[in-house]
């Protein structure tokens, strides 16, 4: 049996006054690569801020690593969804990395010897410690979404949550980038976030989709059904050949 | 002027006083240029009218209150309340600074009314009036001073930190709303700080234009910080030795300074990075 990271009991969110989240249930293992994907609005964004601890539920239980998501929180390497953060903004690389510290640093101190490592480690294992002393302005898409990685991965994380880390990235860098994700995974479990279910579905082992309502089968088998009921309307059914099977076959069809 | 600086106190007590405003534009003028919060720091200035306005209405009643007193309290309250207001309403944000910078402004005038007698310095806080800086101004802007850069180094990382990606500092678990209305605070210890050297008026200029100036030439929030303190205290020189010789207002003519002082290494960055890519392509071909 695997360890459980992540535990969804029932849980219940509202955003404003309306409930952006119903009864979902949900356990992430210590090994998952899983991909959530489901319509914009649909309570993905949400459902992350549950695990971060930003919000809580409205009713139900989250647990993050045995704790509270307020605790857990500091377990958690976080890839947020591409902000259009500021080009021209004067930060190099490394200081980008070393924000990643804060959780674990102490308040009123510079960042010491061993924060400056794991940040290098950090950015050796994205392949972008070349670049430690680069604007992160200067970057291109694919490479700033990698410092992100960094980022999150120098809190030394137990779980990695990515937001849409496709979204500002080109092309051609994707592969690469989904390459370094398989990399990452032999480390730690991670939750991939996407409205884009056809990017997704190609590399992450296993595929929830969520919309209010969580549709998950502890595989990476959806059922027309369920994609029908979460983006409610009929789905083009896509098939990436036997490998990357993404739907059931339809021998009938 | 050097012979003015020799011989009259008041010269002196103006360059220290500018010396030690470009010290606290510098630093807080940064986070005001990275984070853009130019439009809350011109809201926060502006509201601090009230306080002045309020220190003269108290000054008849308690005899050590000064002007200056009054916008320390009633600026750092300002901004605080101006922080909260646009963090936990629905307004969107330049509405409400918008509101508070008014009703700050109206308070003071109000006050001033009922403050019975005539008001003579009424437009050196406006204007500034860096040539009527007294001793006791200069230590009360050393001490902002002093409080300004103190908590700038405790707390650089985290100020960083948001000021670059402020969702990712909440994932963290820092205090961003806290971190974001202590940096208020700064800019409100600032605005006071500036009140006599520049005016009320012309505050926005100090905290922008010197921070504007440095980002074009380095891409390191420390090194912004220290290079528009060179940059201010350059503005203040050249503006004071200016408005000295021509008799022009002291204020205006240090700000003025610095516009020129902006345009000229945006010129020169502008410049440095054509022929950098020119460079750049040169080598390739």
Same mark, same amino acid.
């Given at each position: 049996? %695997?360890?459980?990271?992540? =535990? $969804?009991?029932?849980?219940?969110?509202?955003?404003?006054? *309306? *409930?952006? $989240?119903?009864? #979902?249930?949900? %356990? #992430?293992?210590?090994?998952?690569?899983?991909?959530? #994907?489901?319509?914009?609005?649909?309570?993905?964004?949400?459902? $992350? =801020?549950? $695990?971060l601890g930003l919000i809580a539920p409205s009713r139900g239980e989250v647990t993050v690593l045995g704790e509270n998501p307020e605790k857990g929180r500091k377990h958690i390497g976080y890839v947020p969804q591409h902000s259009l953060f500021d080009r021209d903004f004067p930060i190099s690389v490394m200081e980008v990395v070393l924000t990643g510290r804060l959780s674990h640093t102490k308040r009123f101190r510079r960042y010491s010897r061993a924060d400056r490592q794991d940040a290098a480690e950090a950015l050796r294992a994205v392949d972008m410690l070349d670049f430690q002393d680069r604007q992160i302005g200067l970057l291109s898409g694919g490479q700033q979404q990698r410092v992100f990685v960094a980022r999150a991965l120098v809190g030394e994380p137990k779980l990695l949550l990515l937001d849409e880390p496709m979204s500002n990235v080109d092309t051609p860098m994707q592969e690469d980038f989904y390459e370094l994700l398989q990399r990452l995974k032999q480390r730690m479990p991670i939750v991939l976030v996407s409205h884009d279910i056809s990017a997704v579905s190609v590399y992450v082992e296993k595929i929830a989709c969520l919309n209010r309502r969580l549709f998950y089968h502890g595989g990476k088998e959806l059922t027309p059904e369920d994609l029908e009921a979460a983006y409610q309307c009929p789905i083009q059914m896509i098939a990436h050949g036997v490998p990357h099977r993404v739907l059931k076959e339809h021998i009938n069809e | 002027m050097i012979d003015a600086l020799l011989h009259y106190q008041f010269m002196q007590n103006a360059l220290v006083a500018g010396l030690l405003a470009a010290v606290a534009c510098g630093i807080i003028g940064t986070y005001v240029v990275v984070k853009r919060m130019v439009f809350i720091s011109g809201g926060i200035s502006h509201a601090s009218f009230g306080g002045i306005g309020l220190g003269y209405y108290l000054s008849q009643f308690i005899s050590w209150v000064t002007p200056v007193y009054g916008a320390l309290v009633f600026t750092l309250f300002s901004a605080l309340g101006m922080g909260v207001f646009v963090k936990r309403t629905r307004l969107s944000e330049d509405t409400s600074i918008g509101i508070l910078w008014a009703v700050g402004m109206a308070v003071g005038i109000i006050f001033i009314g009922l403050t019975p007698g005539y008001t003579p310095d009424l437009f050196s806080y406006l204007f500034g009036s860096i040539l009527t800086v007294s001793k006791a101004d200069l230590i009360m802007m050393g001490i902002l001073d002093v409080i300004i850069t103190l908590t700038v180094l405790l707390l650089y990382k985290e100020y960083l930190a948001i000021s670059f990606d402020q969702e990712f500092g909440m994932a963290l678990g820092l205090p961003t709303e806290r971190l974001y209305l202590s940096l208020l605070c700064l800019i409100a210890l600032t605005v006071v700080l500036l009140i006599r050297v520049v005016g009320i008026i012309l505050i926005i200029a100090l905290l922008t234009i010197p921070a504007a100036s440095a980002r074009q030439f380095t891409h390191s929030l420390k090194n912004m910080m220290l290079l528009s303190i060179a940059f201010g205290i350059v503005a203040v020189l050249v503006g004071l030795w200016l408005s000295y010789e021509l008799d022009l207002a002291s204020g205006a003519t240090i700000i003025l300074t610095s516009g020129a002082l902006f345009l000229c290494s945006f010129g020169i960055s502008r410049l440095r990075s054509r022929l950098s890519l020119n460079n750049a392509s040169g080598g390739c071909s």
């Open positions: 049996m %695997s360890e459980e990271v992540v =535990k $969804l009991k029932n849980v219940w969110a509202q955003y404003d006054g *309306t *409930t952006v $989240l119903e009864d #979902i249930n949900l %356990s #992430i293992n210590k090994d998952d690569f899983l991909g959530l #994907i489901g319509p914009n609005g649909g309570g993905k964004t949400t459902l $992350l =801020k549950l $695990l | -």
